[in-house]
Nanobody
Framework: QVQLVESGGGLVQAGGSLRLSCAAS????????MGWFRQAPGKEREFVAG????????YNTDSVKGRFTISRDNAKNMVYLLMNSLKPEDTAVYYC?????????????????WGQGTQVTVSS
């Protein structure tokens, strides 16, 4: 099993930056693709960014391209999401997820494990 714990959320003003962290358990971290999802009140959970097991490939949803950067450190079992130029519409609970057989980056059912989430609030 894989356990995921997110941290780094908080309240920031529009235009500010924040870095989220996700700590993973286990010895096979590099075999899992990792993704960041977010869910705003009253809305469905949506894909934000993903990274392959080796870290060689990254993918971002259109709304965050050029602003958010996903990365991972397999030696430390960590994945990160650096968020720059934050907007009020980025406000949501952000979740870290791991998948052993991810076929579609944005499909929540393709991920096996989820963290508890961390709140990000962007004020205008």
């Amino acid at each position: 099993q894989v356990q995921l714990v997110e941290s780094g959320g908080g309240l920031v003003q529009a235009g500010g930056s924040l870095r989220l962290s996700c700590a993973a358990s286990g010895r096979t971290f590099s075999s899992y693709a990792m993704g960041w999802f977010r869910q705003a009140p009253g809305k469905e959970r949506e894909f934000v960014a993903g990274i392959t097991g080796s870290g060689s490939g990254t993918y971002n949803t259109d709304s965050v391209k050029g602003r958010f950067t996903i990365s991972r450190d397999n030696a430390k079992n960590m994945v990160y999401l650096l968020m720059n130029s934050l907007k009020p519409e980025d406000t949501a609970v952000y979740y870290c997820a791991a998948g052993s057989r991810v076929r579609l980056w944005a499909r929540t059912d393709d991920y096996n494990y989820w963290g508890q989430g961390t709140q990000v609030t962007v004020s205008s």
